[in-house]
């Protein structure tokens, strides 16, 4: 029985490592802040989710994923992308949210979730990876209220330190399609391995032929000799 449990859990990991995982985006403007090193200019969300434990499935048409299938947020900052902040949520889930990613027989958003929030606890220094001045400990919202994100830092200031978006975030027209991506938590497009080249049967030119030709006529002819 022991055994048979482990490997049946051995195989649920395994598949759940190898999930398919597909990425969608947003941009919008930052209406303001208080960390220096993020200004009022815009920034990106991208979400990174799966096809919970199927392995083999790669398509993105009449689709649904709930808002805990998200493998991974990063979140990039000022116009040229410099602060970045990036949580993995199947290590350090999402603490709440509201609604499915679904998708229509062609691939394209039809609906997102209305929220989903890091929030009490927050995320920890250690559960997410940070460039740039965010640090301590971090909530986030992505919602449709009026403060779209609202990152919290209490380290090196008197108060805890934000930076908030305007509103109608979670809008199905604000998200790029889904599209596949190289792994959980990288946004980089997936590209598919390229075909092994064949490997050449190595064969005999003719000058090789014909003197196998001539040992394998002496060798029988040996033989015959040898039964004599």
């Known amino acids: 029985m022991k055994k048979t449990l482990a490997a049946a859990a051995l195989l649920a990991s395994a ?15 930052i209406s303001s802040s208080e960390f220096p090193d993020i200004a009022n200019e815009t920034y990106s969300v991208t979400f990174i ?42 290590a350090t889930p999402p603490t709440s949210g509201q609604g499915s990613f679904v998708t229509d027989a062609s691939g394209a958003l039809t609906m997102v979730p209305t929220q989903v929030v890091m929030d009490s606890p927050a995320a920890q220094p250690g ?25 919290i830092d209490g380290v090196g200031s008197a108060s805890p330190r934000t930076f908030s978006t305007g509103s109608g975030l979670m809008q199905p027209g604000n998200w790029s399609a889904p599209v596949r991506v190289a792994g959980p938590c990288d946004p980089t497009p997936y590209t598919a391995p390229a075909p092994s080249a064949a490997t050449p049967v190595p064969t005999l030119g003719h000058a090789g032929l014909a003197l196998l030709a001539g040992l394998l006529g002496w060798g029988t002819l040996g033989w015959g000799v040898r039964r004599r």
């Open 15 to 29: 598949a759940a490592a190898q999930a398919v995982p597909f990425a969608i985006t947003a941009e919008g403007a």
């Open 49 to 90: 989710f799966a096809h919970g434990g199927n392995t083999t499935d790669t398509s993105t048409a009449s689709r649904v994923w709930d808002w805990d299938y998200l493998t991974c947020t990063i979140w990039r900052m000022n116009t040229a992308r410099d602060v970045v902040y990036q949580q993995d949520l199947v």
């Open 127 to 151: 559960q997410y990876t940070a460039q740039g001045s965010i640090q301590g400990a971090v909530k986030w919202f992505a919602s449709n209220g009026g403060a779209g994100v609202v990152f």
